[in-house]
């Protein structure tokens, strides 16, 4: 979820955003030697290393996802400890040229694509329970258990556009018009317009991790980067400690402005706002009337805010990585995007069940179709057919200071450059990071 930083006092760069990193990766080959240089990597705790890697060529390689085989068992120790580095369980091999998605698909059984309506309601139910009792935790929670039951309640309101999101990809029900339905309603709580989601959620599947034209997250441009200093400041805050909360800004940016959508879909869209507006107009008032503001902000704002912390980690953590490239149209490669370039990443369970265990990712990158309560086992069959291209992790705190304080600007050679490598004296919020953020892996 791409957020762009321009057109107002605070803009977010998201679809002119490109990854940047602190650790540059180069290949150098030598007749027989091929050597991973780590160059000023800003993970605090990770000392520069080398990997020294057998190979047959004479080329200069840029970063590790780009697709050229390193066979050796060299090169899958040094994947090894840049995966740990990075906080990742495993950094895959680069998926060859010729590997197709039709390819990844055929590789899928069948049944993960069946729509099943007990467990789709099944969901809805454990998302409806779990948002009511999260509710029920905030009227009786003390002051200082607040902030637990607004955690629990924000996770379990995402499962609410989990639903939504499977309703938009057509993987709910076999009843299109109920899926319409569902979705819609499903999104009211988060006032968030479906159909608008919708469009521009189907590009970023169709171009993920592509410059210019995916419509989630982008690195930083540096031509945007230079605009401006008060433009630089509020990019490396937005990209920095507010990271976690950008999609806010992806939402007020991309779902509301009419211009943005072809004229076959305007009307959608209306349709869409219009029922987002009306919640708005009669939800709030009336949670206002009984509870007054402060109960706005205890029993809406809060577990909202809860929301947007998930709904932009599951996207950051997705698909972006120092290793993984944003790439060109012309060189984009679909297959490489979805199976190598998408990061499958474990959650304490408590939080993939209420979030329908969207963290499973990289299924629902290769096709949308498959439920959200089948992914688990379209990943077991990934991992049996694919596994050595896989990108994986468990979250910990040293993928999200690796993300946070590495990934920013786009660079072709490196992927990213990190904020502080360009502009020192503006990175104070990057320094303030990696100085307080744990290390943990």
């Known amino acids: 979820m791409a957020c762009r930083l321009a057109d107002s006092m605070f803009l977010f760069m998201g679809p002119h955003q490109r990854p940047t990193g602190s650790q540059k990766i180069g290949c150098f080959s030598s007749p027989g030697l091929c050597q991973l240089k780590w160059e000023s990597f800003l993970v605090k705790g990770v000392k520069h290393k080398r990997c020294s890697i057998p190979s047959r060529g004479t080329r200069f390689i840029q970063a590790v996802a780009v697709p050229v085989a390193l066979p050796s068992e060299d090169s899958a120790d040094c994947r090894k400890q840049i ?17 197709t998605m039709k390819d990844v698909i055929d590789s899928l059984p069948k049944k993960v694509f069946e729509i099943d309506d007990v467990k789709a309601w099944k969901s809805v139910l454990i998302s409806v329970s779990s948002y009511a009792l999260g ?44 899926e319409d339905i569902v979705g819609t309603l499903a999104f009211l709580p988060l006032i968030y317009p479906y159909e608008p989601w919708r469009f521009k959620h189907d590009k970023h599947h169709a171009k993920t991790n592509m410059l210019h034209g995916d419509t989630a997250w982008h690195p930083v441009w540096k031509e945007e980067f230079d605009t401006s200093p008060f433009l630089r400041k509020a990019i490396i805050y937005g990209y920095g400690p507010f990271r976690p909360w950008m999609s806010i800004a992806h939402w007020l940016i991309w779902h509301f402005d009419l211009s943005k959508f072809r004229p076959n879909e305007v009307k959608r ?32 704002l809060m577990p909202w805010l809860g929301y947007h912390f998930w709904m932009s980690t599951f996207t950051m953590v997705h698909h972006t990585a120092p290793h993984i490239p944003f790439k060109s149209p012309n060189e984009w490669n679909a297959a490489q995007a979805q199976l190598n370039g998408t990061v499958h ?28 309560y089948n992914l688990r086992a379209a990943h077991k069959s990934i991992q049996q057919n694919w596994q050595k291209y896989l990108n994986e992790a468990s979250w910990n705190w040293r993928l999200m200071k690796t993300i946070m304080t590495v990934c920013h600007i786009y660079d072709k050679e490196q992927n990213y450059v990190a904020f502080d490598q360009l502009a020192p004296e503006d990175s104070q919020p990057i320094t303030f990071l990696k100085s307080v953020m744990p290390d943990h892996a």
């Not at 999101?165 to 993987?171: E, L, N, R, Y």
């Not at 209306?270 to 902000?297: D, E, Q, Y």
């Open 135 to 178: 509710l029920l935790m905030i009227s009786k929670a003390p002051w200082y258990l607040l902030p637990l039951a607004w955690a629990w309640t924000g996770t379990a309101v995402t499962g609410f556009f989990v639903i939504g999101h499977d309703c938009a990809h057509k993987s709910f029900s076999k009843n299109k018009l109920l």
């Open 83 to 99: 995966a740990e580095s990075y906080g990742f369980k495993q950094i895959g091999e680069p998926l060859p040229e010729n590997v």
């Open 345 to 372: 990443c474990d959650y304490p369970k408590w939080i993939e069940i209420l979030c329908h265990d969207i963290n499973v990712h990289i299924p629902h990158h290769i096709s949308p179709r498959i439920p959200s």
């Open 269 to 300: 869209v209306k349709i869409s706002l219009a029922c987002v507006f009306a919640f708005m107009a009669i939800g709030w008032p009336l949670i206002i009337l009984k509870t007054g503001i402060a109960g706005w902000i205890k029993y809406w």
